[in-house]
């Protein structure tokens, strides 16, 4: 039965192919349209992925929450210390390295010029953590850090912006009243996943971006990162964070913790609900035209059957039963929708490697959008050429002979 129906539906289709063309045409445009966004929306997310793991090393974020301390006057309390850095790494066992971060955004001049940048104070950890490299030149020594140097490390950015094409290793800027001699420059990185630049900054020694940009208590850090041992070690190290600050700032139990912490895969989680959501949405307005696409399908087997009443009279008049009719027109249905979901499913993969190479994305399309928009062509032919077809074999034989 079902081979004696698809190929009366070839045949139908075979004489109204400028219809058949018009109706596929709907649903071609609806699974290109979900195969182009959801290999947009993976590939995107995929370089967002990478970009975040190429920033750090199995990292942890930990900075200072302000909370309301009890006591005859009630005042707000949450800092952290290169104290408690040196804590963490001494006594947990999943932390690898640990470093400070200060940072601010300031101006930096060298002769006539006068360049608005990010300015970072840190120690020599923070390079391993972050996985930043020195390009040319060389960066301070635990000495510069003990004695509060007034070296510096440019990013590419700056250095183009203060200094052109000169080499600027071994020049002097200055930093709002103190002079800076530049020690090195670091390896480009370009923009990040969130959108900033990496290279636009300025990196020197913690103590001395505290005695001399940003005046602070000694051992004062906005931030302290981390890196644990391994990516299996993550959590653990973060509970160890946790266990150890809470002790070091006496925080009584249930009571709530003055400072926040974030790890790299929880970035990643984060940005991934993220993309997520979007690919989600972007399909669910390609799926609308594949729900116009379906109803163009269902008026066509309306006009179809509507066109061949006596044909179905004849074939009903020699033996056909209901089942028979509701099951010829069910199956031209899902063969037009089939053909238009095969045909989207080619363009909408050419689409998406074109669109990825134009763009330098590694796109490709998705096996999961192909194997939802066949599913999606069979759904869409068997909803919306039931009616049509039910109409068919609900036909009174006598009547649709009747029809000229």
Same mark, same amino acid.
């Given at each position: 039965?079902?081979?004696?129906?698809?190929?009366?539906?070839?045949?139908?289709?075979?004489?109204?192919?400028?219809?058949?063309?018009?109706?596929?045409?709907?649903?071609?445009?609806?699974?290109?349209?979900?195969?182009?966004?959801?290999?947009?929306?993976?590939?995107?997310?995929?370089?967002?992925?990478?970009?975040?793991?190429?920033?750090?090393?199995?990292?942890?974020?930990?900075?200072?929450?302000?909370?309301?301390?009890?006591?005859?006057?009630?005042?707000?309390?949450?800092?952290?210390?290169?104290?408690?850095?040196?804590?963490?790494?001494?006594?947990?066992?999943?932390?690898?390295?640990?470093?400070?971060?200060?940072?601010?955004?300031?101006?930096?001049?060298?002769?006539?010029?006068?360049?608005?940048?990010?300015?970072?104070?840190?120690?020599?950890?923070?390079?391993?953590?972050?996985?930043?490299?020195?390009?040319?030149?060389?960066?301070?020594?635990?000495?510069?850090?003990?004695?509060?140097?007034?070296?510096?490390?440019?990013?590419?950015?700056?250095?183009?912006?203060?200094?052109? =094409?000169? @080499?600027? /290793?071994?020049? !002097?800027?200055?930093?709002?009243?103190?002079?800076?001699?530049? +020690?090195? $420059? *670091?390896?480009?990185?370009?923009?990040?996943?969130?959108?900033?630049?990496?290279?636009?900054?300025?990196?020197?020694?913690?103590?001395?971006?505290?005695?001399?940009?940003?005046?602070?208590?000694?051992?004062?850090?906005?931030?302290?990162?981390?890196?644990?041992?391994?990516?299996?070690?993550?959590?653990?190290?973060?509970?160890?964070?946790?266990?150890?600050?809470?002790?070091?700032?006496?925080?009584?139990?249930?009571?709530?913790?003055?400072?926040?912490?974030?790890?790299?895969?929880?970035?990643?989680? =984060?940005? @991934?609900? /993220?993309?997520? !959501?979007?690919?989600?949405?972007?399909?669910?307005?390609?799926? +609308?035209? $594949? *729900?116009?696409?379906?109803?163009?399908?269902?008026?066509?087997?309306?006009?179809?059957?509507?066109?061949?009443?006596?044909?179905?009279?004849?074939?009903?008049?020699?033996?056909?039963?209901?089942?028979?009719?509701?099951?010829?027109?069910?199956?031209?249905?899902?063969?037009?929708?089939?053909?238009?979901?095969?045909?989207?499913?080619?363009?909408?993969?050419?689409?998406?490697?074109?669109?990825?190479?134009?763009?330098?994305?590694?796109?490709?399309?998705?096996?999961?959008?192909?194997?939802?928009?066949?599913?999606?062509?069979?759904?869409?032919? !068997?909803?919306?050429?039931?009616?049509?077809?039910?109409?068919?074999?609900? $036909?009174?034989?006598?009547?649709?002979?009747?029809?000229?």
């Amino acid at each position: 039965m079902i081979l004696g129906a698809f190929r009366l539906a070839l045949g139908a289709i075979a004489r109204n192919t400028t219809r058949a063309v018009l109706t596929v045409l709907g649903i071609l445009i609806g699974i290109t349209a979900v195969i182009i966004v959801a290999a947009l929306a993976d590939s995107t997310s995929s370089a967002v992925a990478t970009s975040i793991d190429s920033m750090a090393s199995n990292a942890l974020y930990v900075w200072p929450q302000p909370v309301q301390a009890s006591g005859a006057k009630s005042k707000f309390v949450g800092r952290l210390t290169e104290n408690d850095l040196h804590a963490i790494t001494r006594e947990a066992v999943s932390i690898e390295n640990g470093a400070p971060f200060l940072d601010t955004a300031g101006q930096v001049v060298y002769g006539d010029k006068n360049v608005a940048t990010y300015i970072v104070g840190t120690t020599l950890a923070y390079y391993q953590i972050r996985r930043f490299t020195i390009a040319r030149g060389e960066n301070w020594t635990e000495n510069d850090e003990l004695l509060k140097t007034k070296v510096c490390v440019l990013g590419q950015t700056v250095a183009t912006n203060l200094f052109g =094409t000169e @080499d600027p /290793i071994g020049h !002097t800027i200055r930093i709002g009243r103190s002079p800076y001699r530049v +020690i090195g $420059l *670091l390896t480009p990185r370009g923009s990040s996943s969130f959108g900033d630049d990496q290279d636009d900054r300025l990196m020197m020694p913690a103590g001395s971006f505290r005695a001399r940009v940003v005046h602070m208590p000694p051992g004062r850090a906005d931030q302290l990162m981390f890196s644990a041992s391994s990516p299996e070690t993550v959590e653990r190290a973060k509970s160890q964070i946790s266990s150890i600050l809470r002790q070091r700032h006496h925080i009584a139990p249930g009571s709530k913790d003055d400072f926040q912490m974030r790890t790299q895969a929880e970035m990643r989680e =984060t940005t @991934d609900l /993220i993309f997520g !959501t979007l690919s989600l949405l972007g399909i669910a307005v390609a799926g +609308i035209s $594949l *729900l116009v696409g379906g109803v163009g399908v269902m008026n066509i087997m309306l006009v179809s059957v509507a066109e061949r009443t006596r044909e179905i009279g004849i074939r009903m008049s020699i033996g056909a039963r209901e089942r028979d009719i509701l099951v010829q027109f069910l199956v031209e249905a899902v063969v037009l929708t089939l053909i238009g979901g095969v045909l989207g499913i080619v363009v909408g993969s050419v689409g998406a490697i074109g669109i990825g190479r134009a763009l330098d994305l590694q796109m490709a399309p998705s096996p999961k959008a192909i194997a939802v928009a066949v599913a999606t062509s069979l759904l869409i032919g !068997t909803a919306f050429g039931f009616l049509p077809a039910w109409r068919a074999a609900k $036909l009174d034989p006598i009547a649709a002979l009747r029809v000229e």
